[in-house]
């Protein structure tokens, strides 16, 4: 009999990857470890948590135990795998209770993910300071911004599941006045918006002069005044350098030109780094990013060991070259096709454009592929790049909102190369446009001559894309 | 010295290939001939006016007179063309005061557009009885709907171009209580909308047993499904076959069945026809749909005419075959790569997906492509169709609505032939990605490897369209 399919991770890639063998080859077994109590929940929903448009932490698990176990997937909670031994094609599994044995595997996906980062920054070990990686510190901080008064473990709505102690006490301590937002990236802005809906005094750290860089000039410039205009207080080129603290409570963030800002709660959300520290031991080789290398099929360098997800990384639409690019939609979609690969039918992950779309209080953003043209130039390419507005309806139809759209294309080639959106109505997913056409590897000549979606209440005659790829095919004609 | 470029037509196709040539050739002339008092307006804004949510006649131009003659176009109105003489290279006009004279073209653009079908319906000249094509029978429309104690001609913000005697005389008109809408495509779907906001009792008459058939059954039931929910009688299968009045004013429609309505108003919207009677006595040729033939370039069978817009023929993107789709971007596209083509660069006019967005009420609605299977079929294809239905956001983000999408795949090649999409969340701009797939000729295996957008309160972690696609894809592969 074959050893099952072990996976190490229960979250989107893990999890995808073992309902998709399930589905397609159900007589082989499937084990997932896990070493936390939280499976395949919803990252990317608990900024909304915290700020309260999602009501429980449970409405933000895909699938409960329950059902992944009526899948038919051994699932394993609180089961940390310590070592992976390729040459026995065995893992090494310690319960929670210290108990600790080995589980022989056919095929090893290394479903790891990722965790926030917190270095350089010392301090972030005192109580009011949070990441926003996973339930647990969702729920921390949402705990911390009710009323002592009335708060209750019950009120998170997240059952067994719920780490009680660390909840219960930030719900019984005085909420936050102000509070420090560390990282102008996606999850600042959105923990920014989350914090004012508590009526907070919310102040956003960025160490370099843009949000969200990303997304290019044009998105940072609108979102920058629009956070301003909501009330968040902007701290650019400002460098958080230390989180001090009183009695083992955050007090203050002091940058790293001295000046101080007294805070009485802090969230630090400058990236995430990879897990990867499980592979140290093994022959796994990493990529340049510091993640795991896999070929096409999500195949690691051993064999019978496949990565995927946050901790791996992936092929990039244009350049052709890996990236590590830790988003959703590409967890799920490599887990699965690594499932529908096990099962017996080879299927390549695709290549990923890293495509993201973030809201910004009322404001939609998005980005896909090469933004940044100096990104552009190192991946061999001459990029040009135009911005242009247009509005979102016809001008006469109400709810017309200005948009900017950035294209980037190889000047040699024509080839479109990325590109980015923000605006107010319908923007952010007008980039699944940008998205496909990078797919498909079309020229801005041909976006240009797209036929799409016009009518007065959705879009202009000429799409806001269609609008900067008439500029920016002109540019490159010229 | 070279000829004008003459151009018959003042709307969509004509001025924009008119603005292209004198943006790259400002030293050639350029005469335009419209025989109505009205240019340049956005047809499909009218139901907005009629409805009231677009303030001003005047709102729908998206050029006035002035600020066409001031980009050096000699615009001549209520000039109408009455002859095409191409050995002569001449074009005879007669003037609104009945004088005529020939004009001389190097090149010609017929650009004459269409005009509402209103046969084989015999009363559609009764009063209360309108076609929607053109901003006169909007006017008329509204003026109609007006308290005639109240109404002025100057609350149409028609300013000098309005039919004072049309509109006056319907102003002063008791306004209606029950209106008949015959024809259930688009413009029927919108005026039904339209009159809906006027709290007139609406009736939709549809020759055939489905709404919207374009779109296909999945958008067609819930659009039915919608319309009713919002107070609209449809009326299926039934065949409109007179208009009867009394005092020359309609007061029934009468099916064929021989069942009638008793109504106040009518309005026909069964389609439109190409305007090509001024080809009649010339070797232009017209194609099989009785709109003008051209080639990828615009020229038609006679050397020097070009024909653009909603009385020409353009090329489908999936089939290669000429067919006829009047649409707006359709238009806009051919006219101003006519017009780049005349000032000497040559610019095919691309492909047309018939893309098409519709709005009913709340709820939005797209199409691209083959949505029918058996005109795929006719068109050389072994077409496999799936629906399904996805949410619009993260299940547990406020918002989320269904979204439901139909996906159409040739069975042998794997090639994405069409889609359609209904929902009430940002349903319809998502066809964009469909129309981008199809020029692109994407199979449903790239479109299911797409990296789209995926934020929680915008898409969830499988767009809509990627879950039809894996669905599809799956019917294909086995």
Not at 184 to 207: C, K, P
Not at 276 to 286: A, N, Y
Not at 307 to 328: K, R
Request: include cysteine; charge should be negative.
């Amino acid at each position: 009999m074959t050893d099952p399919f072990v996976i190490v991770g229960g979250d989107a890639a893990g999890l995808s990857a073992a309902s998709k063998l399930k589905r397609d080859a159900p007589s082989r077994d499937v084990v997932v470890f896990e070493r936390g109590r939280w499976v395949s929940y919803a990252h990317c929903g608990t900024p909304y948590f915290v700020e309260g448009v999602v009501e429980r932490l449970t409405d933000l698990l895909s699938l409960s135990p329950a059902a992944i176990n009526e899948r038919g997937i051994d699932l394993r909670r609180e089961a940390e795998v310590t070592e992976i031994r390729p040459a026995e094609r065995l893992v090494s599994v310690t319960e929670a209770d210290g108990s600790t044995y080995d589980q022989p595997y056919g095929e090893l996906l290394v479903a790891t993910g990722g965790r926030a980062a917190t270095d350089p920054i010392p301090g972030t070990d005192t109580d009011g300071v949070f990441t926003m990686h996973g339930l647990d510190s969702a729920a921390a901080v949402r705990a911390f911004l009710s009323d002592p008064k009335t708060f209750t473990v019950d009120s998170l709505g997240g059952g067994e599941f719920v780490d009680e102690a660390s909840v219960s006490r930030y719900g019984s301590m005085r909420p936050p006045n102000r509070v420090a937002v560390v990282g102008g990236g996606y999850v600042g802005v959105e923990m920014a918006e989350a914090f004012s809906a508590w009526n907070l005094d919310v102040h956003l750290f960025q160490r370099g002069d843009r949000l969200l860089t990303p997304f290019g000039d044009a998105v940072s410039e609108r979102v920058e005044a629009h956070l301003e205009a909501n009330g968040v207080t902007l701290h650019l080129g400002a460098a958080v350098d230390e989180l001090r603290g009183t009695d083992g409570r955050v007090t203050s963030v002091v940058c790293a030109d001295g000046t101080a800002l007294d805070v009485d709660a802090v969230l630090v959300g400058i990236g995430i780094r990879p897990n990867v520290e499980l592979l140290e031991r093994t022959d796994v080789e990493l990529g340049e990013s510091g993640a795991v290398a896999v070929d096409e099929f999500g195949r690691t360098s051993v064999d019978g060991i496949y990565a995927a997800g946050d901790c791996a990384e992936a092929t990039h639409v244009v350049s052709g070259e890996p990236v590590w690019m830790p988003l959703g939609l590409t967890a799920n979609r490599a887990g699965r096709a690594i499932g529908q690969t096990v099962a017996g039918d080879p299927t390549p992950l695709g290549a990923v454009a890293g495509t993201a779309v973030v809201k910004a209080f009322d404001l939609e953003c998005g980005r896909s592929g090469f933004v940044d043209t100096e990104a552009a130039q190192n991946a061999g390419f001459d990029p040009v790049s135009e911005t242009i507005t247009a509005g979102s309806r016809s001008g006469y139809y109400p709810g017309n909102a200005e948009t900017a759209v950035t294209l980037v294309a190889d000047r040699e080639s024509g080839r479109l190369l990325g590109g980015s959106i923000v605006g107010r109505d319908r923007a952010a997913i007008r980039i699944d446009t940008v998205a496909t056409a990078l797919e498909a590897g079309l020229t801005v000549e041909a976006v240009e001559r797209l036929d799409l979606a016009y009518a007065p209440p959705f879009s202009p005659v000429w799409d806001p894309v269609l609008v900067a790829a008439k500029v920016l095919n002109g540019s490159i004609s010229t």
